[in-house]
């Protein structure tokens, strides 16, 4: 098994660009998250999914959409970037219910110019 | 409202020595609480975890306690080797949300 895979690795986006960050998980996780880690800081929950079709916003959701199509991935898009959006995005993903653990990818690393 | 934080920033400690990582909670309707070690440039990995129905658990040289009564939880490292060196990361879950700490940063010393 890959576990949680994210794609890409790295970018560089302009002011006011757009792009999607893909996010795959082979465990059949129910559930999916996107978060976004700054700094000095935790992790923050940008949005995130308790199934296919389904998506809900966490604490951080201004300015970035997701997209549950297929239960294995999600997609977390920025529409219009800005130099606030600039930090190290990290895809996630769990059973639901009682089982919490959450299994993380290796991270995106966006900059905005 | 809701908070996970964490005692020290960084934590310094002897190869072959005990590391005690702290971090106290805000929420007493927290039901589940894990930890999480992050090393440079990667993903948190699961460390271990504990249900509000218990105050401690073990693993393989580590242990989780839990003090419901102050609101506290801390993870214990036993020898701790240069591999341990990371960010650890506690976090309380509700609902399947996990909300994180900032992190304390332990750094191993040869």
């Known amino acids: 098994n890959a576990g949680v895979t994210q794609t890409p690795k790295f970018r560089v986006l302009k002011t006011g660009q757009s792009m999607t960050l893909l996010c795959a998980q082979d465990?059949?996780?129910?559930?999916m998250y996107w978060y976004r880690q700054d700094p000095g800081m935790g992790l923050r929950l940008i949005h995130y999914s308790v199934g296919e079709g389904t998506t809900a916003k966490g604490e951080v959701p201004d300015g970035y959409n997701v997209s549950r199509l297929k239960k294995q991935n999600f997609l977390l898009g920025l529409e219009s970037a800005a130099p606030s959006q600039t930090s190290v995005y990290f895809c996630a993903s769990s059973y639901g219910g009682k089982r919490d653990e959450q299994y993380f990818g290796p991270g995106t690393r966006l900059t905005v110019t | 409202g809701e908070s996970v934080g964490l005692h020290l920033p960084t934590l310094s400690v002897q190869e072959g020595d005990n590391s005690i990582i702290n971090c106290a909670y805000s929420?007493?309707?927290?039901?589940?609480f894990i930890w999480y070690k992050q090393e440079s440039g990667k993903g948190p990995q699961f460390i271990i975890d504990i249900r509000s129905n218990m105050d401690k658990r073990q693993g393989q040289r580590v242990t989780v306690l839990l003090n419901k009564t102050v609101k506290h939880l801390s993870l214990q490292i036993a020898a701790t080797q240069p591999g341990d060196s990371a960010v650890y990361f506690c976090a309380e879950t509700q609902g399947g949300k996990l909300i994180f700490g900032q992190g304390t940063e332990l750094s191993v010393k040869p």
């Open positions: 929420n007493s309707a927290s039901d589940y």
């Open positions: 465990m059949n996780h129910e559930y």
